[in-house]
C-alpha cells in the first residue's frame, strides 16, 4: 500500500511540475505574442506618421508652389504690355509732346486727304478706319462730328498766339505764364499731333463746346468705347495730365494703330506709358 501512495504522490507530483512547466511556456509564448504585436503596432504607427509627416510635407510643398505661381502670374499680369521695340518707330506711333517737339523741318510731309464737305484732312493712311468708325457710330445711332484735324505750321502757331492773348485778357497772367497755361491747351507749335495728320478733335452733335461736358454725351461714350477698334485711343484721358503735360480732352483722338490701341486702352495707358517713354509733367507746375 505505501508503495501504491508512493507512486500517486510521485504522479501527482509529476502532474504539477507538468501542469507548472505547460502554464510557464504558455506565459512565455503569450508574452512573445505581445512583444511581437506590440512590435507590429509600434511600426505600423511609426509607418502611418511617416506617411502623415510625406503628406503633410508634400501638401505644403503644393501650397508654396501654388502660392508662388499665383505670385508670378500676379506680377506678370500686372506688368504692363508695352510697345515692342520694333514697333516704336512706326509712323502710326510716332510721339510729339512736349518732351519730344519738332521744329517746322522735322515735320513730315503728311499726304493728306479730305474727310468731308467742311474740308478737313487727316494723313490719308488712317482714311479707311477713321471712315470705318463713323460709319459704325452711325449705324448704332450716334453723329459724332469732326471739329478740327490736320493743321499745317501757320495754322498751329496762330491758334497757340491767339490762345496766349486770351489767357492774358482772361486771366490777368504776363505773356510767360498764358504761355504756359496756353500749352495746356493749345500745343504749341511742333507738339501737336495735328500737326502730323493723326489727330482729330470729334464732338457731339448735340453738345459742341470743348469741355468736360463733352465726357456726358452719348456720342462722346460710344466713341470712349469704342473707338479702340478702329485703331482711335482717346489721347488725353482724365487724370494723366502730369504724364501727357496736357488737360483732359475727352474729345482728343489720336490714330495709334488698331493692336496698339486695344493694348493702350485696355491697360488705361497714355501714349507715353505704352511707349515707356517719360511722363511730361504737369503741365501748370511752372506757373507763378
Known amino acids: 500500500m505505501s508503495d501504491i501512495r508512493q507512486r500517486r504522490r510521485r504522479s501527482r507530483r509529476n502532474i504539477k511540475r507538468i501542469r507548472q512547466r505547460n502554464r510557464r511556456v504558455l506565459l512565455s509564448v503569450g508574452l512573445l505574442c505581445f512583444i511581437v504585436w506590440a512590435g507590429f503596432v509600434n511600426v505600423s504607427k511609426q509607418k502611418k506618421e511617416q506617411e502623415a509627416e510625406q503628406a503633410y510635407a508634400e501638401q505644403q510643398e503644393k501650397k508654396a508652389r501654388e502660392a508662388k505661381e499665383v505670385k508670378a502670374g500676379k506680377e506678370e499680369k ?10 516704336k518707330n512706326k509712323w502710326y506711333l510716332k510721339l ?24 478737313y484732312q487727316v494723313d490719308a493712311r488712317i482714311m479707311k478706319d477713321l471712315e470705318a468708325m463713323f460709319e459704325a457710330a452711325r449705324a448704332d445711332g450716334r453723329s459724332p462730328m469732326i471739329c478740327s484735324a490736320f493743321r ?17 485778357n ?11 497755361k ?5 500745343a504749341k507749335p511742333g507738339t501737336s499731333e495735328h500737326q502730323i495728320g493723326l489727330a482729330l478733335d470729334i464732338v457731339s452733335s448735340e453738345y459742341t463746346n470743348l469741355d468736360e461736358g463733352q465726357m456726358e ?25 502730369d504724364i501727357t503735360g496736357v488737360i483732359f480732352e475727352p474729345w482728343h483722338y489720336r490714330y495709334v494703330g488698331k493692336k496698339a490701341a486695344k493694348e493702350i486702352t485696355e491697360q488705361n495707358l497714355t501714349l507715353e506709358e505704352y511707349l515707356g517713354e517719360e511722363p511730361v509733367g504737369d503741365p501748370t507746375e511752372n506757373i507763378k
Not at 519738332?102 to 468731308?116: A, C, H, R, S, Y
Not at 499745317?152 to 489767357?167: H, P
Not at 482772361?170 to 504756359?180: C, P, T, W
Not at 454725351?217 to 495730365?241: A, C, H, V
Request: charged share 30%; glycine share 4%; proline share 4%.
Open 217 to 241: 454725351t452719348e456720342d462722346q461714350k460710344w466713341l470712349m468705347e469704342n473707338s479702340w477698334k478702329y485703331g482711335f485711343i482717346l489721347r488725353y484721358p482724365l487724370d494723366k495730365s
Open 152 to 168: 499745317a505750321w501757320d495754322t498751329q502757331v496762330s491758334l497757340y498766339q491767339n490762345k496766349i492773348g486770351r489767357v492774358m
Open 170 to 180: 482772361e486771366e490777368g497772367l504776363n505773356e510767360e505764364d498764358a504761355a504756359i
Open 96 to 119: 510729339v509732346n512736349a518732351k519730344n517737339p519738332m521744329i517746322q523741318t522735322d515735320v513730315p510731309e503728311v499726304e493728306t486727304e479730305t474727310l468731308d464737305s467742311e474740308g
Open 182 to 186: 496756353a500749352a495746356t491747351v493749345v
Open 78 to 87: 500686372d506688368e504692363p504690355v508695352l510697345a515692342a521695340e520694333s514697333e
